[in-house]
């Protein structure tokens, strides 16, 4: 995991690094906005009802959670997401988030406290528990309780889930979904979704190296603190070198990926696996097979929508090859994200079974190469291979003649082994 958690500090840019250090862009409730950004939006529950994807719409809730939860992260503004891909991939391999309606992720578009909310829950690995009948009919006692309930119906269970995970402070009276989340609310929220808020309390008198320190509240200052310890968030630094955190600026959609992302790094895998391991074959069938650092086996079936993140940018799955070193992300027993960590030499080494076509000889009248007619070939094409100087000969060596069935392994084009048959 060390390579991941150097891609973590490296993908970004100066610039990004700066920002909220953070991410997940968790597109928890998948989104359904207007062109302008600022139109409603859905949770997946709603909108698999919606489409009629339930055989029988009068199914009740509990039937619903029972379903598989759909994954899609082939966002249609991709090139958009720009460094904060990496992140978004991860998290939508474990469920986190999906995306909007429209195929879109909006990267750029400032994200809610409702979302935000909703993604720390799916984060902790609660989010069947959030969108069951009981917390879904939790009485709230919110001032502003009845319009979630109104205008947000599905996320009454994700609030339910966080107040009985101190994700609210004790002094909260509202919920406040529609306001944009900053980036202190942000970090406050991750560092209770970890569980560590004793820990975060207990550094409340630190000393913030920030221009506007000031603005961060003294029962917040733990929290920051601590998120900058773990390297969850970082802050701005202008080219006077004068640093700011900006603790009340909005977070977008790919800041919080990063947030997320990092934030994951701290907690355990709930809806998804992490494997590392090395790849024994090119992907077949549908189907790869990893060598897990003990040395033992894995075969795993892929996903059709795997993601492949190689040498910083997305990648085919033909791209992989033997040898490659992989981290893996499971999501309902198949592959949906796979980074390579290390590229794998490809192997040179050769087997060919083929007829003799002419063999070539040095001045000391040594065999030094060999032309062969390969056996499986429909076409009348040629090898022409050097052979090593001592060479094994396998079976009776009197009939390496033209016109001889033989099979030959080597490496880097050399034969080693010429086998008669």
Same mark, same amino acid.
């Given at each position: 995991?060390? @390579?991941?958690?150097?891609?973590?500090?490296?993908?970004?840019?100066?610039? $990004? %690094?700066?920002?909220?250090?953070?991410? $997940?862009?968790?597109?928890?409730?998948?989104?359904?906005?207007?062109?302008?950004?600022?139109?409603?939006?859905?949770?997946?529950?709603?909108?698999?009802?919606?489409?009629?994807?339930?055989?029988?719409?009068?199914?009740?809730?509990?039937?619903?959670?029972?379903?598989?939860?759909?994954?899609?992260?082939?966002?249609?503004?991709?090139?958009?997401?720009?460094?904060?891909?990496?992140?978004?991939?991860?998290? $939508?391999?474990?469920?986190?988030?999906?995306?909007?309606?429209?195929?879109?992720?909006?990267?750029?578009?400032?994200?809610?406290?409702?979302?935000? %909310?909703?993604? /720390?829950?799916?984060?902790?690995?609660?989010?069947?528990?959030?969108?069951?009948?009981?917390?879904?009919?939790?009485? #709230?006692?919110?001032? =502003?309780?009845?319009?979630?309930?109104?205008?947000?119906?599905?996320?009454?269970?994700?609030?339910?889930?966080?107040?009985?995970?101190? %994700?609210?402070?004790?002094?909260?009276?509202?919920?406040?979904?529609?306001?944009?989340?900053? &980036?202190?609310?942000?970090?406050? #929220?991750?560092?209770?979704?970890? @569980?560590?808020?004793?820990? /975060?309390?207990?550094?409340?008198?630190?000393?913030?190296?920030?221009?506007?320190?000031?603005?961060?509240?003294?029962?917040?200052?733990?929290?920051? $603190?601590?998120?900058?310890? @773990?390297?969850?968030?970082?802050?701005?630094?202008?080219?006077?070198?004068?640093?700011?955190? &900006?603790?009340?600026?909005?977070?977008?959609?790919?800041?919080? /990926?990063?947030?997320?992302?990092?934030?994951?790094?701290?907690?355990?895998?709930?809806?998804?696996?992490?494997?590392?391991?090395?790849?024994?074959?090119?992907?077949?069938?549908?189907?790869?097979?990893?060598?897990?650092?003990?040395?033992?086996?894995?075969?795993?079936?892929?996903?059709?929508?795997?993601?492949?993140? &190689?040498?910083?940018?997305?990648?085919?799955?033909?791209?992989?090859?033997?040898? =490659? @070193?992989?981290?893996? &992300?499971?999501?309902? *027993?198949?592959?949906?994200?796979?980074?390579?960590?290390?590229?794998?030499?490809?192997?040179?080494?050769?087997?060919?079974?083929?007829?003799?076509?002419?063999?070539?000889?040095?001045?000391?009248?040594?065999?030094?190469?060999?032309?062969?007619?390969?056996?499986?070939?429909?076409?009348?094409?040629?090898?022409?291979?050097?052979? =090593?100087?001592?060479?094994?000969?396998?079976?009776?060596?009197?009939? #390496?003649? *033209?016109?001889?069935?033989?099979?030959?392994?080597?490496?880097?084009?050399?034969?080693?082994?010429?086998?008669?048959?």
């Amino acid at each position: 995991m060390s @390579k991941m958690k150097m891609l973590k500090k490296t993908a970004l840019s100066a610039t $990004a %690094l700066v920002m909220l250090a953070t991410g $997940a862009t968790t597109a928890f409730a998948d989104g359904k906005h207007s062109n302008n950004g600022n139109g409603k939006w859905k949770s997946e529950y709603e909108q698999n009802k919606n489409k009629g994807k339930d055989k029988d719409d009068k199914h009740d809730r509990d039937d619903d959670d029972k379903k598989e939860k759909k994954i899609t992260w082939q966002f249609e503004d991709e090139a958009d997401l720009q460094w904060a891909l990496e992140y978004i991939m991860r998290l $939508a391999s474990k469920g986190v988030f999906t995306g909007y309606e429209d195929g879109t992720f909006k990267p750029k578009q400032k994200i809610s406290r409702i979302e935000t %909310l909703t993604a /720390a829950v799916r984060l902790m690995g609660l989010r069947d528990q959030a969108e069951s009948s009981t917390e879904m009919n939790t009485e #709230l006692h919110f001032k =502003d309780a009845d319009k979630l309930k109104k205008k947000y119906p599905w996320a009454v269970g994700y609030v339910a889930v966080a107040l009985e995970n101190d %994700l609210f402070f004790e002094t909260d009276t509202e919920i406040k979904p529609e306001q944009n989340a900053s &980036r202190l609310w942000s970090t406050i #929220l991750l560092i209770k979704a970890l @569980k560590l808020e004793n820990e /975060a309390k207990a550094l409340n008198n630190t000393k913030l190296d920030f221009k506007d320190a000031h603005e961060i509240p003294a029962g917040s200052v733990g929290y920051v $603190a601590l998120a900058l310890q @773990k390297g969850i968030i970082t802050g701005y630094e202008d080219k006077h070198g004068n640093k700011t955190f &900006r603790p009340n600026q909005p977070v977008t959609r790919a800041e919080l /990926a990063a947030l997320l992302d990092r934030t994951d790094g701290e907690m355990p895998d709930h809806d998804a696996q992490a494997i590392s391991g090395q790849l024994k074959a090119a992907p077949a069938n549908g189907k790869l097979t990893l060598v897990k650092p003990d040395k033992t086996e894995l075969t795993l079936a892929i996903d059709p929508t795997v993601f492949i993140f &190689r040498d910083d940018k997305k990648s085919p799955i033909s791209a992989l090859q033997a040898g =490659d @070193k992989l981290f893996l &992300r499971t999501y309902q *027993n198949k592959v949906v994200f796979i980074e390579v960590t290390e590229n794998g030499q490809a192997s040179t080494a050769f087997t060919q079974l083929g007829v003799v076509s002419t063999l070539g000889f040095n001045s000391q009248a040594k065999l030094s190469t060999i032309a062969i007619n390969p056996a499986d070939s429909t076409q009348n094409s040629v090898l022409i291979y050097n052979v =090593d100087p001592n060479v094994t000969i396998v079976g009776d060596a009197t009939k #390496l003649k *033209n016109g001889q069935l033989v099979q030959v392994k080597g490496d880097k084009n050399v034969v080693k082994t010429i086998e008669i048959k």
